[in-house]
């Protein structure tokens, strides 16, 4: 539908100058030529206004120079406006957006965006997306909009992207704040922030309903030459990594003169979290699973053996309904249900452990996704999951019982992320670290050998532990069957053949998952021929380097350590032997970091082969990217290689 508030805004004068010549006909960036489009130049201004009550406006203009088809997708335009309760929302007015253009008869052609094709989009019961495509998109074009969002949430000033998936000459931002309030302003980003000493602007603001007035600070926040922000594997949420600055309100002065604090301690958030009748009051109630769990323990007294009971126990009972978030629906009613949001389920296990006399409490975190929390400026809103802990002896466990493949004390990666909250009725609540107790991995066996019909026979056996198994329980569970779940890895190497199969320890949730299997592969139509290859690596093939970047400016973080291992040993007929094979390598990460080993030894007519790749650490610093980018680069060359096999004369 249309979207009929807006109004085309005529400015005498440009806010970023002039569109010029040289613009115009300008063929790639210098800075990255590579790039499908760039930032000419970006400004944001950003000021309160009294309307019925204090708003922020933001003043956006921008222009962006496209180089090729491939960067039209700039001129697809979204703006996401907050819906809060109270019949609070933001508005965009004032769009107005044109594109320039050199004809080939070599004259400037202009178009302008009809404001009639901008649309409102409901995205969810919190976001509305304001949506529009600038005309005549052409090679070599010049794009430039500009809009007012008005916003009646004050208590976080506008923040500013300087980065984004483009390059950008020149991002400036400038604020206008009345000396009434007052806001932590925080910069992340790798990049040099260019900062003017703030500017006094006096009697600039009227409000809280009195003729007084107040005076202002204008600062302005540049950053020049700023790289495209190039998403590779291995990140956390991209949030992290932006260079962004931010505002959160942290005190404010009313029209009476009295000063009113904003900026929570965590004392605060712990009062306010565990008074709340939909977080901490529903841990009081310890007699909602009184019943259930002394039943289920019987006389059991080992505090290890009754948490992993109550722990299966919660985790065969509930359905998590796939949403997430801090505050259950109710614990009682998610019980009886049999399902529940990630609050209901993890909330009830810490109830559940508690009426067992377990000292047991709920961990606040913010998934990898979401993004690592601000851990200065306490703010609820910014968890998004719970999870439970309990503590044993001398040692505590971290549980999620939300995924019936997890095991005891083994969280989901999503929820390996820097730091979590650790809430508590007896003491302040406190931060722990949310890392992997374990590893994942993945062990190969192959014992084979090759008939002279060009038939590889033998067995094949998988072994896989920690976060592995938990994987691989989860895609053989997709399945009706574990005969399904054959059947299609059968399909998945249309020239092997299972001929016998077992799988071991699948509901075994601590134990290692084993798979074993009696295969034929039809590797060869004949061994009638002068020479042949043979790709050892089918099991563990790793085709490409995941890490592309020349460097970069953040860690890789894949949340689990990791190990991989391949033993084969295979037989083939004496009429050949082997003239070229994978080299063996050695090759290390610093501070022991990890490694990647590949060992062989022919011997007669057998060749046994040995790898192993291990990655000892969770996260690698950008200072440890280039060696484990020169790992990679080893492990893809390795794996390229075949044994070239060749007749005996």
Excluded at 304 to 317: C, E, G, N, P
Excluded at 570 to 584: C, I, N
């Amino acid at each position: 539908m249309s979207f009929g508030i807006f109004r085309i805004h005529i400015c005498a004068k440009n806010p970023i100058g002039e569109l010029t010549n040289e613009e115009l006909t300008m063929k790639s960036y210098t800075g990255d030529t590579s790039a499908h489009a760039v930032v000419l130049k970006e400004l944001g201004n950003a000021y309160f206004k009294i309307q019925q009550d204090s708003r922020i406006i933001l003043e956006y203009t921008v222009r962006i120079k496209i180089f090729d088809d491939k960067g039209f997708d700039e001129g697809n335009v979204i703006i996401p406006i907050y819906k809060g309760d109270n019949l609070k929302y933001e508005s965009v007015t004032n769009v107005s957006g044109t594109t320039t253009y050199i004809d080939v008869d070599g004259k400037k052609v202009k178009a302008s965006l009809d404001t009639k094709s901008i649309i409102k989009e409901n995205k969810n019961k919190n976001w509305d997306l304001v949506k529009f495509t600038l005309p005549d998109l052409h090679e070599g074009c010049i794009i430039e909009y500009s809009y007012k969002l008005t916003s009646p949430f004050i208590f976080n000033f506008r923040s500013w992207e300087f980065q984004s998936d483009i390059p950008k000459i020149e991002s400036k931002y400038v604020t206008t704040i009345p000396q009434v309030y007052h806001y932590n302003i925080s910069y992340k980003g790798p990049y040099e922030l260019i900062a003017d000493l703030p500017e006094l602007m006096k009697d600039c603001f009227t409000g809280g309903g009195s003729d007084l007035k107040t005076d202002c600070w204008k600062n302005t926040y540049v950053l020049d030459s700023i790289p495209a922000f190039v998403e590779e594997a291995y990140m956390t949420a991209r949030s992290n990594f932006l260079s962004t600055i931010n505002f959160e309100l942290s005190e404010y002065t009313d029209y009476m003169g009295i000063k009113h604090g904003v900026t929570k301690e965590w004392k605060n958030i712990d009062e306010e979290l565990m008074s709340s009748d939909v977080f901490g009051k529903q841990l009081q109630k310890k007699d909602v699973f009184a019943t259930e769990i002394k039943a289920l323990l019987g006389k059991q007294t080992d505090e290890l053996l009754k948490a992993k009971t109550i722990f299966k126990h919660i985790q065969k009972w509930f359905k998590w309904d796939g949403s997430i978030g801090i505050y259950p629906d109710g614990l009682r009613k998610a019980y009886e249900k049999r399902s529940g949001n990630i609050a209901d389920i993890n909330l009830s296990l810490v109830s559940a452990m508690t009426s067992a006399g377990l000292f047991c409490e709920p961990v606040l975190l913010s998934t990898r996704n979401n993004g690592i929390i601000n851990k200065l400026y306490p703010v609820v809103s910014d968890f998004n999951y719970v999870i439970a802990r309990v503590v044993i002896g001398e040692k505590s466990y971290l549980m999620d019982a939300s995924d019936p493949f997890l095991p005891f004390g083994l969280l989901p990666i999503q929820c390996i992320n820097d730091q979590g909250r650790v809430m508590s009725f007896t003491r302040p609540s406190f931060w722990i670290d949310l890392k992997a107790t374990h590893k994942s991995v993945d062990s190969y066996s192959l014992v084979l050998s090759l008939d002279e019909t060009g038939k590889i026979k033998g067995k094949l056996t998988n072994f896989s532990i920690g976060y592995e198994a938990h994987n691989k329980r989860k895609r053989i569970k997709k399945f009706n069957s574990v005969e399904e779940y054959i059947e299609d890895l059968d399909e998945r190497y249309p020239k092997m053949k299972i001929l016998k199969s077992e799988i071991s320890n699948l509901d075994s949730l601590e134990s290692t998952l084993s798979e074993s299997y009696e295969i034929e592969i039809d590797a060869y139509d004949n061994l009638n021929q002068e020479k042949f290859l043979y790709n050892p690596f089918l099991m563990v093939k790793l085709t490409e380097n995941p890490f592309k970047l020349a460097e970069r400016l953040y860690a890789v973080d894949w949340g689990i350590p990791s190990e991989t291992r391949l033993m084969l040993s295979l037989t083939f007929p004496d009429k050949f032997r082997v003239v070229s094979s994978p080299a063996t390598a050695r090759l290390g990460l610093p501070l022991d970091g990890g490694l990647f080993i590949t060992t062989q030894e022919i011997s007669d007519n057998v060749i046994q082969l040995s790898q192993r790749t291990l990655f000892n650490k969770s996260i690698y610093t950008p200072e440890e990217y280039p060696y484990l980018k020169e790992l990679f680069n080893k492990i893809v060359d390795n794996h390229k290689t075949d044994f070239v096999f060749e007749k005996k004369l």
